[in-house]
């Protein structure tokens, strides 16, 4: 029996160092572990042994040397096949690629919706409202008299039908408060029509976003509050504000609001004329006339408002020089606005 | 608008402040300060002096030597100025002084050394005035410095106007005068006046106001025997400072007290002028101002005439033949207070707008016309002693503003601000700004001065901002709401559109344009697309874009033409508003619609277009979970292509189309393109309901697919028609039906569809759905699927 294990373990060794694949792998296990194989051969024999104990631990002991010697050069297969994949691997090049197309976004719609954002986390609504409205509710329900200059042809485009394309989103003041009524908090961008000629600075066709706040106790020192709020928000900085006496006729008090110029940090710059403040949005409480066309109890309701100028915020934010790149449809300066 | 703080300083004792600071902080509580300016810094070292002797140098022709007496020494002179006279006084710039850039030292000039500069009225920039040297006419002694006697050093400060819009009282000095009054807590002197009420045993003025509706007062009074000719050194350099030209002393003076108290005056020559009457002239007329332009006056302008001879443009400008000239020396002064509606479309219609109309245009206080007129005279007493009233003064005051009496209590003002002001700050506030205030503990009641009452303050909501601008917005202290958190609403639309966008832009790749609300006609044409005719906006800038948009598309599509440079292969959308005509009520539909334009060169139409069918397929599914039908359609526009032109419904509802180009179009962007466009009214898919998500559990038996193919005619298969068919000819095992392949070849078209047939209670075996896919085939037989041998 010994003498029969010695001499397998010989052919055992001799065969396994021939063997190169993970067949003949296979087929050398087969031979010596198989249920025909050698180590079965040898179990079978030992009934005939005369030291069984021994014989069965030399058999277990040979069965062992084969397994792990069998597992072993596979795995040494294994790893010199991986190696070999490895060596023979195709080097990709992630800098050469063909340029694939992306969307983008109107610079006009990512503005917009970075303010919406900062409002809706503040708890306001936001509405959508109508381009053409009637002169009621672009001028006469916001307190803007017969024969206010805001009227006239020139800065108005009026259609055949009476109708107006609104001069701003203040239009909308009128039908939202007639639609929640007080409290109320609500903002509503929209895009305004202004009778000029265009130019760098100028476009007929623009975006302006409106907000109102109206409650019991709304005061000045609010305004200021939400103001300031939203705009270090929009700019990502603490920025200061200041309010100046403005004349709007659908508020009162009416403010023209300054923020701190960034670029001189309100040295004074061109940017801001000298100044150290850049005008940003004309705000003010609400007109009492204003809330009682729309339905509000004014000894009980006071309100603010503000017309954030989207379009200029847009250019300010993006470094647009040029206001009639936004409504060019020029794809080559449009489709940088990826998103927020 | 130009403001000397000398000037103002005749009204208010400012001394001791930082003027320019006083200045700066007028922008937060008053008016827009633009800029300010300081006069006369760059002037040193000035004495008024007497040319003694004048000799023309030898070698120049202009040059001239002089004996200057400068008080304390004679000083030899070159000067080039050609009005140099021997006795002449004339400022001059002695060594050592500056005059702007120029610092005086002993200079030689064409061989003879010039000790110092005789100067010229605009070198020392009191006007601009450069003929010739300035000469000193007044009585002063020699050697003193010029701004001792003469008000050269001031700040001047520009003030927007545009910011003062509803402010007419700011329009002048004194109004100023009042603001800084208040915000320095001073007090606020009257000018000098001399009463009217001693010439009222005189004559009056023969004044006949006709058009009452567009006069609130018109007064009047005669003046003669007036001699002087040019106005004094201080009136004309404040006038000049602050933006006006010296002209006569009586042009100088009627403009010197508008801009003091901000009352327009109007002298007219009272030889050629002796009576007024105030009117509008049915027919129209031509008219000659004074400033030599002959204008058509129409029929709604307000005019001043002499017996019905017209002398002037009511609150704009007098006529020519009636002006003051050098030789004038007896006036008839008008004081007038116009209607300023009427004024502003005055100065409108004939694109003539003056210092005089603007002030009118603002609303002025009628109650003026008499301080003013008291103002010029008293000025005229102390600059030209001789002048003589010779008429009473004469008043047809036809319209007043009421008084406006405003009540409101302390817990007003505190709701508006937010924040605690005092009671005794609220009454010196308003009483400092000229408002008559009675305080019952926190309860006031105010009158509101006339120069404020005329449209400015009317409502108690206006005090608020009298009080707040002058407390200082930079004082107020901060605070959040209480109101309580409500949740967000926002509109389906609104969130829709939004969705839409990030969809097309990041799935589908596409880029968000803007555009204009009307159709451009002129780029229609040249894509050979007729402008449909719609609601139209009677002042566009052209003509070709008076038509507003029905559809968003053929501005898109000529983006695209003028977008072909970007790229082989790009899409475009935008959401805007449309009109599709006009409701019954005679106001525009105005009809939000998202428009999309697919552009392609080198990939076939029909790969464009089932993009964009993918695009609109997927907007439903993901936004309302529900799925588009596509029917075959009449076109809308005459861009559509005529075979291959859809309607896309959801819940059997039209909400937009799909289409690709009609090949004349096409052809006008690019011959070797393809096209596809689709448009949605987005308010008709926000109406559509969302489909809620049903969950249905998935069999835990596997499915089995069966693929079959059939010959068809492609184009006229309906998917969705034949899925139910399928369904209602297999019964409850078919749970899925896709479309696997399309083969097209000799002129046929097969197509390959795989049925899916899964039971939630069994393994099903192929041969027990025979009878299924049989009844299938059969059932598919009527829509032109024949199953394929």
């Known amino acids: 029996m010994q003498n029969r294990i010695e001499e397998l373990k010989r052919s055992f060794v001799t065969s396994l160092g021939a063997a190169g694949s993970a067949e003949s792998l296979e087929a050398l296990r087969v031979e010596y572990l198989g249920k025909k194989g050698y180590v079965a051969e040898l179990m079978k024999g030992l009934k005939d042994a005369s030291d069984k104990k021994a014989a069965g631990q030399l058999i277990n002991e040979f069965k062992t040397e084969v397994e792990d010697s069998i597992a072993k050069a596979t795995e040494e297969l294994r790893a010199a096949q991986i190696a070999a994949k490895i060596r023979g691997a195709k080097k990709y090049n992630p800098t050469l690629r063909a340029e694939a197309e992306f969307g983008s976004y109107h610079p006009i719609t990512l503005a917009t919706r970075e303010v919406e954002e900062i409002f809706v986390s503040m708890g306001f609504t ?191 934010k993006y470094g647009v020089k040029d206001i009639r790149d936004f409504n060019s449809g020029n794809l080559k300066a449009l489709s940088q606005f990826k998103s927020i | 608008m130009f403001l000397s703080m000398n000037w103002i300083g005749d009204f208010v004792d400012l001394s001791g402040l930082d003027r320019k600071a006083l200045i700066r902080n007028f922008t937060l509580s008053t008016a827009e300060v633009e800029d300010i300016i300081e006069k006369g810094c760059d002037i040193s070292g000035v004495v008024v002096a007497k040319i003694l002797s004048v000799e023309n140098h030898p070698e120049s022709k202009k040059l001239h030597l002089l004996k200057v007496d400068k008080g304390d020494e004679v000083v030899d002179i070159v000067c080039g100025a050609p009005n140099v006279r021997e006795g002449m006084k004339v400022a001059l710039a002695t060594v050592g002084g500056r005059v702007g850039e120029i610092t005086i030292a002993p200079r030689k000039l064409a061989g003879y050394t010039s000790y110092g500069m005789c100067c010229s009225e605009a070198e020392l920039g009191i006007s601009d005035d450069n003929s010739g040297i300035w000469e000193i006419t007044d009585d002063i002694a020699l050697g003193t410095d010029i701004k001792t006697v003469y008000d050269i050093d001031d700040i001047i400060f520009e003030v927007d106007n545009k910011s003062l819009t509803n402010r007419p009282d700011l329009w002048s000095h004194y109004g100023m005068a009042r603001e800084f009054a208040t915000l320095t807590q001073r007090e606020l002197k009257c000018p000098a006046l001399l009463d009217t009420k001693q010439f009222d045993s005189l004559p009056p003025v023969a004044i006949d106001v006709k058009a009452t509706d567009l006069v609130y007062r018109y007064s009047a009074i005669k003046v003669e025997n007036i001699t002087r000719k040019i106005s004094p050194v201080n009136m004309r350099i404040r006038l000049f400072y602050c933006g006006s030209r010296a002209i006569n002393f009586l042009a100088d003076l009627t403009n010197y007290v508008m801009m003091e108290l901000g009352q327009p005056m109007h002298a007219f020559d009272n030889a050629k002028v002796d009576k007024i009457e105030v009117q509008t002239f049915p027919k129209g007329l031509k008219f000659t101002t004074l400033d030599g332009v002959e204008r058509n006056i129409d029929d709604k302008m307000l005019m001043i005439t002499s017996g019905d001879v017209p002398v002037a443009i009511a609150g704009v400008m007098g006529g020519d033949a009636s002006k003051i000239e050098d030789d004038t020396t007896s006036l008839l002064l008008e004081s007038a207070t116009f209607d300023g509606v009427s004024v502003r479309k005055t100065t409108t219609r004939l694109g003539l707008r003056t210092d005089a109309s603007q002030r009118y245009e603002k609303m002025l206080d009628p109650e003026l016309c008499r301080t003013a007129t008291e103002r010029l005279l008293s000025l005229l007493e102390q600059y030209d002693k001789g002048a003589t009233v010779i008429s009473a003064f004469t008043d047809a005051y036809v319209n007043r503003y009421p008084e406006i009496t405003l009540t409101f209590d302390k817990k007003y003002v505190d709701r508006y601000t937010g924040i605690e002001i005092s009671n005794e700050t609220i009454v010196r506030t308003l009483t400092s700004l000229g408002f008559a205030v009675t305080a019952c503990g926190d309860d006031f009641t105010v009158v509101v001065p006339s120069w404020r009452a005329t449209k400015d303050v009317t409502i108690k909501a206006d ?276 479309m696997k392949d399309i083969y097209t070849a000799d002129g046929s078209s097969a197509v390959t569809f795989r049925f899916s047939f899964v039971s939630s209670e069994r393994t099903l075996t192929k041969q027990e759905l025979t009878p299924a896919t049989e009844a299938i085939c059969k059932a598919l037989e009527p829509l032109g699927l024949t199953l394929k041998a």
């Open chain 1, 126 to 316: 936001i509405e959508n409202y109508f381009e053409i409205v009637d002169d009621y509710k672009c001028f006469e329900a916001l307190n803007i008299p017969k024969h206010h200059p805001a009227r006239d042809m020139q800065d108005t485009y009026y259609l055949d039908n009476g109708q107006l394309l609104k001069t701003h989103t203040s239009a909308a003041q009128n039908a939202i408060m007639k639609k929640y009524g007080a409290p109320l908090r609500a903002i509503f961008p929209g895009r305004c029509f202004r009778n000029e000629s265009t130019d760098a600075c100028h476009e007929n066709t623009f975006f302006q976003m409106e907000g109102m706040m109206i409650d019991e106790n709304i005061s000045i020192s609010n305004l200021i509050y939400f103001m300031k709020t939203m705009l270090s928000e929009v700019f990502k900085r603490d920025v200061k504000v200041r309010l100046r006496p403005g004349f709007f006729p659908f508020v009162e008090p009416g403010f023209e609001l300054d923020i701190n110029c960034e670029i001189c940090g309100g040295e004074g710059c061109p940017s801001c004329k000298n100044s150290g403040w850049l005008e940003l949005c004309p705000c003010g409480m609400i007109h009492p006339n204003v809330l009682r066309e729309g339905g509000i109890d004014t000894e009980k309701y006071t309100g603010f408002a503000f017309g954030l100028g989207l379009t200029r915020l847009a250019m300010m």
């Open chain 2, 463 to 738: 005090i608020i901002e009298e009080i707040t601008r002058i407390y200082g917005y930079d004082n107020f202290e901060i605070f959040t709401s209480s109101s309580p958190l409500l949740p967000v609403r926002k509109e389906v639309i609104k969130s829709d559109e939004d969705r839409m966008k990030d969809i097309l832009v990041k799935s589908y790749r596409m880029h968000e344009v803007h555009s204009y609300i009307w159709s451009d006609s002129k780029k229609n044409d040249e894509l050979g697309i007729k402008t449909p005719e719609n609601v139209k906006v009677i002042n566009a800038q052209t003509p070709d874009h008076s038509y507003l948009r029905v559809s968003m598309i053929p501005t898109l599509l000529a983006f695209v033409k003028e977008n072909k440079a970007y790229g082989d292969s790009f899409s475009i959308f935008e959401i805007g508003h449309t009109v599709e005509g006009l409701k019954e009520n005679g106001e525009c539909n105005e009809v939000n619609k998202l428009g999309v334009v697919l552009y392609s060169r080198g990939e076939s139409e029909e790969s464009v277009f089932l993009r964009a069918r993918d695009a609109v397929a997927e907007l439903a599914a993901d936004i309302l979970h529900k799925n588009i039908e596509f029917a075959s359609s009449e076109c809308d526009y005459d861009f559509e292509h005529p075979v291959n032109s859809f309607d896309i419904r959801i819940d059997g509802k039209k909400v937009g189309f799909i289409s690709t180009l009609h090949p004349t179009v096409l052809e006008n962007i690019d011959k070797k393109c393809a096209v596809a466009v689709f448009e949605i009214s987005t308010q008709l898919f926000a109406d559509v309901a969302v489909a809620n998500t049903k969950y249905s559990e998935p069999s835990k038996f596997p499915a089995i697919d069966i693929d079959i193919t059939f010959t068809a005619d492609v184009g006229a298969i309906v998917f969705d028609e034949l899925v139910s068919c399928a369904k209602n000819a297999a019964g409850e095992l078919l749970s899925d039906v896709k």
